[in-house]
T-cell receptor, first 113, second 117 residues
Framework: DTEVTQTPKHLVMGMTNKKSLKCEQH?????MYWYKQKAKKPPELMFV???????INESVPSRFSPECPNSSLLNLHLHALQPEDSALYLC????????????FGPGTRLTVT | AQSVAQPEDQVNVAEGNPLTVKCTYS??????LFWYVQYPNRGLQFLLK??????LVKGSYGFEAEFNKSQTSFHLKKPSALVSDSALYFC???????????????FGQGTTLQVKP
């Protein structure tokens, strides 16, 4: 099973709202990732967690706050977003951070109004 | 600096014909190379990878890719295209610079493959 699940599939939020995106994998992977993707563009890395610790933050604004409660779960907390944050948010996981392929979830389509 | 180039924004091919989606890379050491496919409103699906070993790598859905070190290329190929292969394809290289393998994937800009009946 190479499945990464993400909820919700779609999310519409106002600029003053607080919401969370969730990601789950049961492949025993120890590295998990958040990406942001605009239409027809490559994914842009936001965060990397390795063994449940934040390993990489690609200078993401503080209105995005990641959390890794355990080795299977990854959350992205959203607060005071801007319309330009509207995008497809993808979660991915891999065996570990050192090599191998990443498996992506279907994404959450976020619209900020 | 590590980089990946996909020189074609779009590739058009007739169903049943062979297809090639081009990718070239630039890395300071040995590359880890990947191909992903993305269907509309979906996440990326892993197709195949090259880490080491045989230069011809076989992957999912009948796709294969040839690693060419001298030309720094990793072109994606399929002998006979299907209409259902129409999608956005990304080539990626793994960043293994510096003090360790950061795990960061560096993506090309993507190539839209259109297979016509």
């Amino acid at each position: 099973d190479t499945e990464v699940t993400q909820t919700p599939k779609h999310l519409v939020m106002g600029m003053t709202n607080k919401k969370s995106l969730k990601c789950e994998q049961h492949m025993g992977h120890r590295a998990m990732y958040w990406y942001k993707q605009k239409a027809k563009k490559p994914p842009e890395l936001m965060f990397v967690y390795s063994y449940e610790k934040l390993s990489i933050n690609e200078s993401v604004p503080s209105r995005f706050s990641p959390e890794c409660p355990n080795s299977s779960l990854l959350n992205l907390h959203l607060h005071a977003l801007q319309p330009e944050d509207s995008a497809l948010y993808l979660c991915a996981s891999s065996q570990d951070q050192r090599g191998g392929e990443q498996y992506f979830g279907p994404g959450t389509r976020l619209t900020v109004t | 600096a590590q980089s990946v180039a996909q020189p074609e924004d779009q590739v058009n091919v007739a169903e049943g014909n062979p297809l090639t989606v081009k990718c070239t890379y630039s890395v300071s050491g040995n590359p880890y190379l990947f191909w992903y496919v993305q269907y509309p409103n979906r996440g990326l699906q892993f197709l195949l990878k090259y880490i080491t070993g045989d230069n011809l790598v076989k992957g999912s859905y009948g796709f294969e890719a040839e690693f060419n070190k001298s030309q720094t290329s990793f072109h994606l190929k399929k002998p006979s295209a299907l209409v259902s292969d129409s999608a956005l394809y990304f080539c990626a290289v793994r960043d293994i610079r510096g003090s360790g393998n950061t795990g960061k994937l560096i993506f090309g800009q993507g190539t839209t493959l259109q297979v016509k009946p």
